[in-house]
């Protein structure tokens, strides 16, 4: 099964980012390489300018780019157009400003000072307006600037008819383990209505449950977690035994790339039609504002998937929390599962203790249920004390540079044409 285009959740709910795959032949995909390594290449020496001091602001920045197209030692950087070397300074500078910012809000434990990028599968070349040209049928994607990258056949565009070609704001051009991607950045933003339900909804995360929600109800797992995770482990087993540098262990690290590729294509697949469905039932989300970040960087297998597909499950909620216009609200975990949620007594418990009884007033309740009646009751109070906030203020704890994956949502664009 191949899906041709998909829809993309983007940090900014007025762009819509839609990808298609790119057919060429080696030869194109060869100057594709090309020029992903020169965006990297760009970004690299701007973050060496500045640490060398040379490079002081974003107008510096962008001065660089200018001063490496006509460097007679980087033949190559002059080849990337020229607005395209801007998308990577900024790509830089904003690196530079995290670490700033990091530094001003004094951060415990580490600053994140810009890295050099080092070679990986996984990259993109960024284009804004210029250097590529979509063909009229908008089948056919050219890049025009020096790498002479030729055109390419995009699989199933057409949905980029429903826009005006101005609406592309920026083409992006990604290489993955299983081949090269445009994704088309569009100035759109998506709106649909929505009845009210008269529901709201605190959900409480889990290992045993994918979520538990304030009715009781429970979402579990899917199953394909369980079985790609161990498809994962011994793909990850068999690439450890090959040889380094060998051209067996380049067949194995694609074969795992590829692997990790499908697997979280079904997983966001999975989330974003249950993203969906809890916005469309209800007028108030409440969820807890897990640190992602340090979720994600746990070793053991099965969590980090649950904790990427619990991620990428709030990402979409956000998502449709735009769309619908139903606000999504992210509270501070702790005590959620401590309290009870009857009276507000703190009644400890330890992680094996499934039945919230409360020695205070009586109430039992199963102990996640009880997490998330606490998460939408100090969602509600949130609310009520921040009058004037918006919604993603205070769930802001979103890192802004995070690496898109594919999502795919056939449902969601099906939707989307219905309501045209
Ligand atoms: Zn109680």
Not at 191 to 215: A, M, S
Not at 238 to 252: D, I, P, V, Y
Request: aromatic share 10%; glycine share 4%; hydrophobic share 30%.
């Amino acid at each position: 099964m191949f899906f041709c285009y998909n829809l993309i959740v983007s940090t900014n709910d007025k762009i819509i980012v839609y990808e298609s795959k790119l057919e060429g032949t080696s030869d194109q995909y060869e100057r594709l390489d090309q020029a992903i390594r020169t965006g990297r290449f760009v970004r690299n020496s701007i973050i060496r300018a500045w640490i060398d001091n040379r490079v002081k602001s974003r107008n510096d920045a962008y001065k660089h780019c200018a001063v490496l197209a006509k460097d007679q030692k980087f033949p190559w950087a002059g080849l990337l157009n020229s607005q395209a070397r801007q998308a990577h300074a900024e790509r830089a500078w904003a690196a530079v400003e995290r670490f700033y910012r990091n530094c001003k809000a004094k951060i415990q434990g580490k600053k994140g000072f810009p890295k050099f990028q080092k070679y990986q599968v996984r990259a993109s070349v960024e284009y804004k307006v210029s250097g590529w040209k979509l063909s009229e049928c908008r089948r056919y994607l050219n890049l025009t600037d020096g790498f002479k990258a030729g055109t390419f056949k995009l699989w199933g565009t057409r949905d980029l008819h429903y826009y005006q070609l101005k609406q592309i704001k920026r083409v992006r051009i990604v290489r993955r383990h299983d081949g090269y991607y445009a994704q088309f950045l569009i100035d759109h933003k998506r709106e649909e209505t929505k009845e009210l339900t008269g529901q709201q909804i605190g959900l409480d995360v889990g290992l045993n449950h994918f979520y538990t929600d304030n009715f009781g109800n429970k979402i579990d797992n899917p199953r394909f977690l369980r079985k790609d995770e161990k498809k994962i482990k011994r793909l990850q087993r068999r690439l450890s035994k090959t040889e380094k540098g060998s051209r067996n262990r380049k067949k194995a690290r694609n074969k795992l790339g590829r692997v990790h590729l499908k697997v979280s294509r079904r997983r966001n697949d999975w989330v974003c039609k249950l993203a969906q469905r809890v916005i469309q039932s209800s007028d108030l989300v409440a969820i807890e504002n897990l640190k992602v970040r340090n979720l994600i960087k746990n070793h053991c297998l099965a969590k980090s998937i649950s904790d990427a597909a619990w991620y990428r499950f709030r990402r979409w909620l956000e998502y449709f929390s735009g769309v619908y216009g139903v606000p999504v609200i992210a509270v501070n975990p702790s005590y959620t599962s401590q309290n009870c949620s009857n009276c507000g007594q703190k009644v400890v418990k330890t992680l094996s203790t499934r039945t919230h009884k409360c020695p205070h007033c009586n109430y039992v309740a199963d102990r996640d249920e009880n997490a998330a009646i606490n998460i939408l009751k100090s969602a509600l109070k949130e609310l009520s004390t921040t009058v004037g906030r918006t919604e993603c203020q205070v769930s802001g704890e979103i890192p802004l540079c995070l690496r898109v994956e594919t999502l795919s949502s056939k449902v969601t664009q099906r939707k989307r044409k219905s309501n045209q």
